[in-house]
């Protein structure tokens, strides 16, 4: 059977942690005990076969502290560091219950998750050193586009609108017999809807920066419009958001500093902000009439006080209202 995900990876452990998400996005409503059964940990190591392979960060910890060695507090501390773990829809997040992974322990994990037409493409070295984050991304092969999870209902939500529904009809029919006081419960119930939608939106434009500014990170070779590997990673987190709040519209510019042309400088904005606008498009399946590429070259300089310098290339993604 044809794949349908291909995993790339800098590291073995980032290459490991990144066919688990591959699984789980290819069966979103997933649960912890569905991934146990389907990597067994009996099949990657012999030391304790009984163990899962993957537990929840709580376990994780309790696991560490258990074993009484320093070597096990540490790891679990990088591990939070360098976020290597992963978060499930509901809210979870799990880590492996094995130390490390070699060569050996890796060609398994890919044999299994060949089962479920997941590929490795290759793996790159990772900057070696305590705290020193890896990464993994991945790529939809043959026109596969994984299933998005159902959302669930957040019923406290529908049953506090159903009782302010309420209320507002007491009121009403109230206003029909007497002329009644000001309702300051009326009042207080609208601004804590209000405070909901402001915290909503401080909390995705909060993602949205963090998100660009790890895009910027992830930099574009000198002259050229094509995306890198970590940067279409970091696309596919603005996917997610965007995913989250199906209100959100975006503008991506393009900005260079004032080295070179001017109107060569004005072209690699547009291409290198349409890349990025293409890949969500094309790779993420986000709707087209959502986002905008537009490039700006040199024009609107972040340091003016120095034309030529570094942070003048850049590319913000600005929120459309």
């Not at 060609?107 to 070295?125: N, P, R, T």
Request: hydrophobic letters at 40%; charged letters at 30%; a negative charge.
């Amino acid at each position: 059977m044809a794949s349908k995900v291909r995993v790339y990876a800098k590291s073995q452990k980032w290459a490991a942690l990144g066919v688990i998400d591959a699984y789980m996005k290819m069966y979103p409503h997933a649960t912890l005990e569905d991934l146990n059964k389907a990597f067994p940990r009996s099949t990657f190591v012999d030391s304790d076969p009984n163990q899962p392979l993957l537990v929840t960060m709580e376990e994780k910890a309790k696991i560490a502290a258990s074993t009484k060695k320093t070597f096990d507090d540490e790891q679990l501390e990088e591990w939070k560091t360098t976020h290597y773990y992963l978060t499930m829809n509901d809210g979870t997040d799990i880590a492996f219950t094995v130390p490390m992974w070699t060569k050996e322990m890796l060609e398994k994990m890919l044999s299994q998750a060949k089962l479920y037409d997941i590929e490795f493409a290759k793996y790159e070295v990772a900057e070696k050193g305590f705290g020193k984050r890896g990464e993994y991304s991945m790529e939809y092969l043959n026109g596969y586009v994984p299933p998005v999870p159902a959302k669930k209902k957040n019923w406290l939500w529908i049953l506090l609108a159903a009782l302010l529904l309420i209320i507002i009809i007491i009121l009403l029919l109230m206003k029909g017999c007497s002329k009644p006081e000001p309702q300051i419960v009326e009042v207080e119930k609208v601004v804590e809807v209000e405070k909901v939608v402001v915290v909503h939106d401080t909390l995705y434009i909060q993602e949205i920066e963090e998100i660009e500014k790890n895009f910027n990170a992830a930099e574009f070779k000198q002259g050229k419009a094509d995306l890198s590997e970590g940067a279409k990673f970091v696309l596919h987190d603005l996917a997610k958001v965007l995913e989250k709040n199906p209100e959100l519209r975006l503008r991506l510019e393009g900005h260079t500093s004032a080295e070179g042309d001017a109107a060569v400088n004005q072209k690699l904005s547009e291409a290198r902000a349409q890349a990025a606008v293409t890949f969500l498009v094309e790779h993420e399946g986000i709707d087209a009439s959502r986002l905008e590429a537009v490039g700006k070259g040199s024009s609107e300089l972040k340091n003016t006080a120095d034309p030529m310098a570094a942070e003048n290339r850049r590319t913000e993604f600005i929120v459309l209202e």
